[in-house]
């Protein structure tokens, strides 16, 4: 793997996500690389340099974020880095995997993909994943209860859409603490 390529891409992104403060930023991204590393671990037949790339930029072209086309952001920063024209589509298709609203129950082809969406959906549930959609639905303009209602509309469906083994062990617990969460939201809400 190319630790020079992904050094570059650590420093991409938090030049691209230094003013984010609504859950996508640098930390999100490092979180979900991490993530993509520790579920690599355990998958050998995945191509780790392209599992970490699509990880770190799997953000870069998010609609909510950004107004590219194709993945401009991805391609500019792959095509700098001298990455070969098929590996870049490849890195594209798997960012274009992670997206829930766009991928909900669809089965993906590859195991990089797969990792990369277990990666990120992680990071969606548990103490961060809570988080996040507080800090997401007050950019927004959401209540409280709009956010509170995200964990019925996505949230609790993402620990039976996990596809690794690894991610599956880990979204069980973090499962658990956001259905904690949810209860003691019910009794607290249920006295005012």
Not at 74 to 89: C, G, N, V
Not at 106 to 123: E, G, P, T, Y
Request: with cysteine; glycine share 4%; net charge negative.
């Amino acid at each position: 793997m190319d630790s020079s390529v992904i050094n570059s891409a650590i420093q991409y992104i938090k030049t691209l996500f230094q003013n984010n403060s609504d859950g996508h930023d640098v930390q999100h991204t490092l979180r979900v690389y991490h993530n993509a590393l520790l579920i690599a671990e355990i998958e050998p037949d995945c191509n780790l340099f392209i599992v970490s790339l699509a990880a770190l930029l799997h953000d870069v072209d998010d609609h909510k974020l950004f107004r590219t086309e194709n993945n401009a952001n991805a391609r500019t920063f792959l095509s700098s880095q001298h990455i070969e024209p098929e590996h870049i589509d490849y890195i594209c298709d798997i960012i274009n995997s992670v997206s829930f609203s766009k991928n909900h129950g669809k089965s993906l082809a590859s195991i990089d993909a797969k990792i990369v969406q277990d990666a990120d959906r992680l990071d969606a549930i548990g103490a961060i994943g809570i988080a996040r959609t507080f800090a997401y639905g007050g950019k927004c303009g959401r209540t409280l209860e709009d956010s509170v209602q995200h964990f019925h509309d996505k949230l609790l469906l993402l620990k039976s859409e996990m596809i690794t083994k690894r991610a599956k062990e880990i979204a069980e617990l973090r499962h658990d603490f956001m259905e904690q969460f949810l209860r003691e939201w019910d009794k607290e809400t249920a006295q005012g």
